[in-house]
């Protein structure tokens, strides 16, 4: 529910009545004065969905919006056409309107200090998490990580044509992710050096981390997913803060992964996952911005960005948009590649493990590990784990997984099969072992 409260100058109260009637819109209005000026206040409760329609009336009937409009959230309103209006309005899709956006976006806000420290914060406890390989704690890092402020608050500036907004989110976006990775990384030396984790620890074998060590095709879903579903929660009464841990869920562990690999001398894993980590942050903002200019929200200037301030400063947004439509060009690119030799990988496997000589064993897992930064590298080593129950020795799978691996995809790889042994309840011999 909320409640319109708008100044009407005496020549155009009767008009805006006769407009407000004729929607069936229940009201009140008392005397007021607004800049010296005598006039009418009207209040008018009405369902949320209705705040656009109304407020279109109101121009319509000569309403001046920027002398004095008020809306306000309420818990409720009784008067004679209130189930009239939630019925009416109750199918309506009705994005907020373009200063009740902006209003919603300013509230996300937090000043620079406090949020560099809750960067921080999340930052840290990401990375104990991967570390000691808890997802529950990673959650915990998003739960707390304010990133989904900055975020959706560009993507309102771009949107609606605030410059002050887009530049100052932007910023603080790039400040909080360069936050996190160094407090990751200064983390990761103290407990590397304290010894309170083996410095031999092998980081890639850590499930958590393994998962970002570079952009993929399920990561791409998500991170576009998370900025579709922010925008939306944005520009209508849903919610924003569940969203928000999916954008945290994004972009904190991928940040601690990156600090990580500077504290392990690992160049490879940290390009990596930093690529993935400006991939994730571009898409996200993206994907909200393309949600948000589907609800026909625009700029009132079409050159609201360029509208003041020196040649050099145009010029530096330009090589800036550029250099970040490259960025994501060649990720995508290196990505895809990636992809089709992953898919090639696993037609491969299991077409081998379809053979009848290979009948008591079942593929359980397939990972693939490139030797350059992130999804620039070649491939080096396919590593195949793979299930059975029986206690003999195994067959030697690792040279026809090689050979076939090889002809399909053209590259020389290593292949390392993994055997992993267990039993089955329906097992009548006794030598079945775990």
């Not at 992710?177 to 407090?183: E, S, W």
């Not at 940290?270 to 200019?293: E, K, P």
């Amino acid at each position: 529910m909320r409640l319109i409260r708008i100044h009407v100058s005496e020549d155009r109260c009767e008009a805006v009545a006769e407009a407000l009637d004729g929607e069936q819109i229940d009201f009140v209005r008392q005397r007021a004065w607004s800049e010296g000026e005598e006039g009418w206040l009207i209040e008018a409760p009405v369902p949320a969905d209705a705040v656009g329609h109304v407020l279109d009336v109101l121009d319509d009937a000569g309403v001046d919006a920027g002398r004095y409009t008020v809306v306000v959230s309420a818990e409720t309103a009784r008067t004679p056409h209130t189930e009239l209006l939630f019925e009416r309005f109750a199918t309506d899709f009705d994005p907020l309107t373009r200063p009740e956006l902006r209003s919603k976006a300013r509230d996300m806000s937090q000043d620079t200090r406090s949020f560099l420290v809750m960067i921080l914060l999340s930052a840290v406890v990401a990375t104990a998490g991967l570390l000691v390989e808890s997802p529950a704690i990673v959650v915990g890092s998003m739960v707390i990580a304010p990133i989904v402020g900055p975020v959706l608050t560009a993507t309102v500036g771009a949107a609606t044509g605030d410059r002050e907004m887009l530049l100052g989110s932007l910023g603080l976006q790039v400040a909080g992710l360069a936050v996190a990775v160094a407090g990751a990384a200064g983390l990761s030396l103290l407990l590397r050096t304290g010894q309170f984790v083996p410095r031999t620890l092998d980081i890639t074998a850590i499930e958590l981390i393994a998962l970002r060590l570079a952009p993929d095709p399920l990561t791409v879903v998500v991170v576009l997913a998370a900025g579709a579903a922010g925008a939306i929660g944005l520009a209508t009464k849903g919610p924003t803060s569940v969203i928000g841990v999916m954008i945290a869920a994004a972009l904190i562990p991928t940040a601690a992964t990156t600090g990580i690999a500077v504290a392990w001398r690992e160049p490879r894993i940290a390009v990596g996952s930093l690529l993935l980590l400006i991939l994730t942050m571009i898409l996200i903002n993206v994907a909200a911005f393309a949600v948000l200019w589907g609800l026909e929200y625009r700029p009132s200037d079409e050159g609201w960005l360029f509208s003041s301030g020196p040649t050099a400063r145009k010029q530096a947004a330009i090589v800036a948009a550029v250099a970040l439509i490259a960025i994501v060009g060649l990720v995508g690119a290196a990505s895809a590649q990636q992809v089709v030799f992953d898919r090639t990988v696993n037609a491969e496997i299991d077409a081998v493990f379809d053979d009848p000589d290979y009948e008591e064993l079942d593929p359980v897992s397939v990972r693939v590990e490139y030797g350059g930064p992130g999804p620039f590298g070649e491939p080096e080593t396919v590593t195949v784990t793979v299930s059975r129950t029986d206690d003999g020795d195994p067959p030697q799978v690792a040279r026809t997984l090689d050979d076939r691996i090889g002809e399909a995809t053209d590259h020389e790889v290593t292949v390392r099969v993994r055997f992993v042994e267990y039993q089955r309840s329906d097992d009548e011999s006794p030598e079945s072992f775990e």
